[in-house]
Protein backbone atom coordinates (compact mmCIF):
# COMPACT_ATOMS: atom_id res chain seq x y z
CA UNK A 1 0.00 0.00 0.00
CA UNK A 2 1.49 3.44 -0.67
CA UNK A 3 2.60 5.73 1.66
CA UNK A 4 -0.32 8.82 1.95
CA UNK A 5 1.71 12.34 0.66
CA UNK A 6 3.43 14.15 3.84
CA UNK A 7 1.16 17.69 3.44
CA UNK A 8 2.00 20.86 4.70
CA UNK A 9 -1.21 20.57 7.83
CA UNK A 10 0.70 17.55 9.13
CA UNK A 11 3.96 18.84 9.85
CA UNK A 12 1.51 22.22 11.26
CA UNK A 13 -0.52 19.52 13.87
CA UNK A 14 2.51 17.72 14.73
CA UNK A 15 4.88 20.33 15.16
CA UNK A 16 3.01 24.00 14.53
CA UNK A 17 1.77 24.84 18.27
CA UNK A 18 5.62 23.83 19.78
CA UNK A 19 7.15 26.25 17.27
CA UNK A 20 4.28 29.10 17.63
CA UNK A 21 4.83 29.13 21.76
CA UNK A 22 8.70 29.12 20.61
CA UNK A 23 7.97 32.41 18.13
CA UNK A 24 4.72 33.82 19.82
CA UNK A 25 6.63 37.32 19.71
CA UNK A 26 7.35 36.94 16.34
CA UNK A 27 4.14 35.99 15.09
CA UNK A 28 0.98 38.22 13.88
CA UNK A 29 -2.44 37.76 13.99
CA UNK A 30 -2.67 36.89 10.39
CA UNK A 31 0.09 34.53 10.03
CA UNK A 32 -1.53 32.65 13.26
CA UNK A 33 -4.76 32.51 11.48
CA UNK A 34 -3.31 30.75 8.48
CA UNK A 35 -1.83 28.31 10.40
CA UNK A 36 -4.82 27.40 12.12
CA UNK A 37 -6.85 27.63 8.89
CA UNK A 38 -4.58 25.33 7.04
CA UNK A 39 -3.95 22.81 10.16
CA UNK A 40 -8.12 22.53 10.16
CA UNK A 41 -8.55 22.26 6.03
CA UNK A 42 -10.50 19.40 4.93
CA UNK A 43 -11.39 18.18 9.10
CA UNK A 44 -14.08 17.88 11.04
CA UNK A 45 -13.46 20.71 12.68
CA UNK A 46 -14.99 22.68 9.78
CA UNK A 47 -17.74 20.53 9.47
CA UNK A 48 -19.12 18.51 6.06
CA UNK A 49 -21.55 16.31 4.03
CA UNK A 50 -22.16 12.95 4.22
CA UNK A 51 -22.32 11.48 0.68
CA UNK A 52 -24.39 8.05 0.76
CA UNK A 53 -25.15 5.34 -2.55
CA UNK A 54 -28.76 5.09 -2.51
CA UNK A 55 -28.23 1.14 -3.40
CA UNK A 56 -25.13 0.19 -1.40
CA UNK A 57 -25.98 2.15 1.67
CA UNK A 58 -22.00 3.12 0.75
CA UNK A 59 -21.35 6.14 2.88
CA UNK A 60 -18.47 9.09 2.49
CA UNK A 61 -17.56 12.16 4.54
CA UNK A 62 -16.43 14.97 3.13
CA UNK A 63 -14.92 17.41 5.53
CA UNK A 64 -15.06 21.27 3.94
CA UNK A 65 -12.08 23.52 2.86
CA UNK A 66 -10.81 26.17 4.66
CA UNK A 67 -10.73 28.66 1.67
CA UNK A 68 -7.96 30.46 2.75
CA UNK A 69 -6.07 31.82 -0.10
CA UNK A 70 -2.60 30.40 1.59
CA UNK A 71 -3.23 26.69 2.09
CA UNK A 72 -2.09 24.64 -0.47
CA UNK A 73 -4.97 22.30 -1.03
CA UNK A 74 -7.61 25.28 -1.71
CA UNK A 75 -5.08 27.38 -3.58
CA UNK A 76 -4.10 24.30 -5.82
CA UNK A 77 -7.43 23.38 -6.81
CA UNK A 78 -8.12 26.80 -7.88
CA UNK A 79 -4.92 27.05 -9.55
CA UNK A 80 -5.78 24.00 -11.31
CA UNK A 81 -9.09 25.35 -12.25
CA UNK A 82 -8.10 28.56 -13.35
CA UNK A 83 -5.38 26.87 -15.88
CA UNK A 84 -7.84 24.47 -17.01
CA UNK A 85 -9.88 27.44 -17.88
CA UNK A 86 -7.07 29.53 -20.13
CA UNK A 87 -5.71 26.47 -21.68
CA UNK A 88 -9.39 25.97 -23.41
CA UNK A 89 -8.52 29.66 -24.94
CA UNK A 90 -5.24 28.57 -26.14
CA UNK A 91 -4.91 29.18 -30.11
CA UNK A 92 -3.25 26.57 -31.95
CA UNK A 93 0.18 29.15 -32.02
CA UNK A 94 3.18 29.86 -30.33
CA UNK A 95 3.40 31.75 -27.37
CA UNK A 96 5.40 34.10 -25.81
CA UNK A 97 6.27 35.61 -22.22
CA UNK A 98 6.50 39.32 -21.29
CA UNK A 99 7.34 40.92 -18.06
CA UNK A 100 6.90 44.70 -17.20
CA UNK A 101 8.73 45.33 -13.80
CA UNK A 102 8.86 48.90 -11.49
CA UNK A 103 12.21 50.32 -10.46
CA UNK A 104 12.92 50.32 -6.88
CA UNK A 105 12.28 54.20 -6.47
CA UNK A 106 8.84 53.51 -8.02
CA UNK A 107 8.12 50.32 -6.35
CA UNK A 108 8.10 52.25 -2.84
CA UNK A 109 5.12 54.14 -4.01
CA UNK A 110 3.03 51.08 -4.48
CA UNK A 111 3.19 50.39 -0.35
CA UNK A 112 0.82 53.53 0.28
CA UNK A 113 -0.81 53.91 -3.27
CA UNK A 114 -1.26 49.96 -4.48
CA UNK A 115 -4.77 51.10 -6.39
CA UNK A 116 -2.86 53.75 -8.30
CA UNK A 117 0.03 52.14 -9.11
CA UNK A 118 -0.93 48.89 -9.99
CA UNK A 119 -3.56 49.86 -11.71
CA UNK A 120 -1.24 52.23 -13.45
CA UNK A 121 1.03 48.75 -14.45
CA UNK A 122 -1.40 46.74 -16.19
CA UNK A 123 -2.91 49.55 -17.97
CA UNK A 124 0.42 50.68 -19.58
CA UNK A 125 1.64 47.29 -19.82
CA UNK A 126 -1.41 46.33 -21.87
CA UNK A 127 -1.30 49.34 -23.85
CA UNK A 128 2.38 48.98 -24.88
CA UNK A 129 1.81 45.59 -26.26
CA UNK A 130 -1.20 46.99 -28.18
CA UNK A 131 0.74 49.71 -29.47
CA UNK A 132 3.89 48.29 -30.54
CA UNK A 133 2.21 45.51 -32.01
CA UNK A 134 -0.18 47.42 -34.07
CA UNK A 135 2.58 49.36 -35.85
CA UNK A 136 3.17 48.18 -39.06
CA UNK A 137 6.66 48.35 -38.69
CA UNK A 138 6.65 45.92 -36.12
CA UNK A 139 3.85 43.34 -36.30
CA UNK A 140 0.85 45.42 -37.71
CA UNK A 141 -1.42 43.56 -35.79
CA UNK A 142 -4.19 43.40 -33.19
CA UNK A 143 -3.38 41.35 -29.96
CA UNK A 144 -4.86 40.26 -26.44
CA UNK A 145 -2.85 39.02 -23.23
CA UNK A 146 -3.56 37.35 -20.28
CA UNK A 147 -1.43 40.08 -17.42
CA UNK A 148 -0.99 38.82 -14.37
CA UNK A 149 0.13 40.86 -11.50
CA UNK A 150 2.91 39.51 -8.78
CA UNK A 151 4.00 41.54 -6.32
CA UNK A 152 6.97 39.53 -4.86
CA UNK A 153 10.30 38.46 -6.18
CA UNK A 154 11.73 35.02 -6.04
CA UNK A 155 13.85 36.09 -2.94
CA UNK A 156 10.24 37.40 -1.28
CA UNK A 157 11.14 41.12 -1.03
CA UNK A 158 8.31 43.45 -2.52
CA UNK A 159 9.49 43.58 -6.41
CA UNK A 160 5.60 44.75 -8.66
CA UNK A 161 6.07 43.08 -12.23
CA UNK A 162 3.35 42.07 -14.69
CA UNK A 163 4.09 38.69 -16.15
CA UNK A 164 2.62 38.62 -19.77
CA UNK A 165 1.35 35.93 -22.04
CA UNK A 166 0.36 36.68 -25.73
CA UNK A 167 -0.06 34.92 -28.44
CA UNK A 168 2.57 35.05 -31.31
CA UNK A 169 0.12 37.08 -33.68
CA UNK A 170 -2.88 38.84 -34.04
CA UNK A 171 -6.04 39.87 -36.45
CA UNK A 172 -4.77 43.08 -39.30
CA UNK A 173 -5.68 46.07 -38.41
CA UNK A 174 -8.67 45.41 -40.75
CA UNK A 175 -9.98 42.44 -39.02
CA UNK A 176 -9.67 40.13 -41.91
CA UNK A 177 -6.96 37.99 -41.46
CA UNK A 178 -4.15 36.31 -39.23
CA UNK A 179 -0.99 37.98 -38.82
CA UNK A 180 2.15 35.78 -37.24
CA UNK A 181 5.22 37.39 -35.58
CA UNK A 182 8.34 35.96 -37.16
CA UNK A 183 8.80 32.57 -35.38
CA UNK A 184 10.66 32.21 -32.18
CA UNK A 185 10.37 36.18 -32.05
CA UNK A 186 7.53 38.71 -31.15
CA UNK A 187 8.72 41.90 -30.42
CA UNK A 188 11.16 43.85 -29.73
CA UNK A 189 12.10 44.16 -25.92
CA UNK A 190 13.92 47.56 -26.32
CA UNK A 191 11.14 49.35 -28.12
CA UNK A 192 8.88 47.94 -25.47
CA UNK A 193 10.70 49.00 -22.92
CA UNK A 194 11.40 52.75 -24.14
CA UNK A 195 7.41 53.15 -24.71
CA UNK A 196 6.55 51.10 -21.27
CA UNK A 197 8.90 53.74 -19.14
CA UNK A 198 7.99 56.87 -21.02
CA UNK A 199 4.55 56.09 -20.77
CA UNK A 200 4.03 54.99 -17.30
CA UNK A 201 6.06 58.15 -16.35
CA UNK A 202 3.47 60.22 -18.19
CA UNK A 203 0.97 58.55 -16.30
CA UNK A 204 2.17 58.85 -12.82
CA UNK A 205 2.92 62.30 -13.24
CA UNK A 206 -1.01 62.75 -14.42
CA UNK A 207 -1.59 60.54 -10.94
CA UNK A 208 0.17 62.70 -8.75
CA UNK A 209 -1.34 66.14 -9.83
Given at each position: ????????????????????????????????????????????????????????????????????????????????????ARQA?????????????????????????????????????????????????????QIGA?????????????????HGIV???????????????????????????????????????????
Amino acid sequence: MARAALEVADIFRAYGAAWRDAQHDHLSLGQLKVMSAIEQCRTATLGGHVLCCPACEHQDIAYNSCRNRHCPKCQASAAKRWLEARQADLLPVEYYHVVFTLPASISAIAYYNKAVIYGLLFEIAAETLRTIAADPKHLGAQIGATLVLHTWGSALTHHPHVHGIVPGGGLSLDGERWVSCKRGFFLSVRVLSRLFRRRFLEALSQAHA
